[in-house]
């Protein structure tokens, strides 16, 4: 399983390259992956083998909050996504960084990216 550090460094990589949110072009909403390749924060880590479309529309949160039973079972879709690449979704510090990481992608402009990543980065890891 990749380490809190791994997990971090991939994202913000991968954000601050891509430089854009992942929007489906039709709706404005958040994907996972979209059809032109884009991917979001917690969409980069998910291998391409494992993802399946019937997890957008979900948070990373709804791994373990979700009450609906259509969804509890999309849930556990994007979750068994996350495991098979290599995030250990039981560890509450990675689960938390998870949803940090996708709050920043999904609620954050663009051009913020790179000071709440830094700030996530101290938080984390007090090396910045």
């Given at each position: 399983?990749k380490?809190l550090r791994?997990?971090?460094?991939q ?9 854009v949110?992942?929007k ?6 958040c994907h996972?992956?979209?059809?032109n ?13 494992y ?5 957008e529309?979900l948070?990373?949160?709804?791994i ?10 999309r849930?556990k879709?994007l979750?068994q996504?996350?495991i098979q ?10 689960f938390?960084?998870l949803?940090g990481l996708q ?12 000071s709440?990543l830094?700030?996530?980065e101290k938080d ?5």
């Open positions: 399983m380490t791994q997990i971090f460094d994202v913000k990589d991968h954000l601050l390259k891509q430089q949110a992942a489906d072009d039709s709706t404005g909403e996972y992956h979209t059809d390749g884009h991917q979001c924060a917690v969409g980069c880590l998910i291998d391409e083998a993802y399946d479309p019937c997890i529309g948070a990373v949160t709804d373990r909050h979700s009450k609906a039973p259509t969804r509890r079972e849930a879709i979750e996504a996350l690449s290599g995030i250990n979704t039981d560890d509450t510090e990675v938390i960084l949803e709050t920043i992608h999904d609620e954050v402009k663009e051009k913020h990216w790179p709440h830094k700030t996530m984390y890891f007090s090396t910045v």
